[in-house]
């Protein structure tokens, strides 16, 4: 999605077990996509991940602000690792009460 942050995709399909974190349904208009999750390491970023793109390190406080994909949002969300409150929600300024 041009503009948008993802997480990165990974050249192999198969995780192992003892790497799998979870597996995500994430579905886009009539079509619904099987997505597993797997941890990696940043020594093994390189090496696992489909190059191409702009990559960077983000610390987790500032992901929450940024123009993420749907389904790196739900992934992060779900890993309790998303800190700020979804960009649709609305919350009164501090000043006033809700």
Do not use: C
């Amino acid at each position: 999605m041009p503009g948008m942050w993802e997480l990165p995709a990974l050249l192999e399909s198969v995780v192992p077990d003892d790497a799998l974190r979870m597996t995500v349904r994430h579905s886009i208009m009539q079509v619904n996509f099987y997505v597993r999750i797997r941890t990696v390491f940043e020594d093994d970023v390189e090496a696992l991940a489909v190059s191409g793109g702009e990559r960077r390190w983000v610390p987790l406080h500032e992901a929450g602000g940024m123009a993420l994909t749907g389904l790196a949002r739900k992934v992060l969300s779900r890993t309790h690792l998303l800190t700020a409150p979804p960009l649709d929600a609305i919350a009164p300024p501090a000043d006033e009460e809700p």
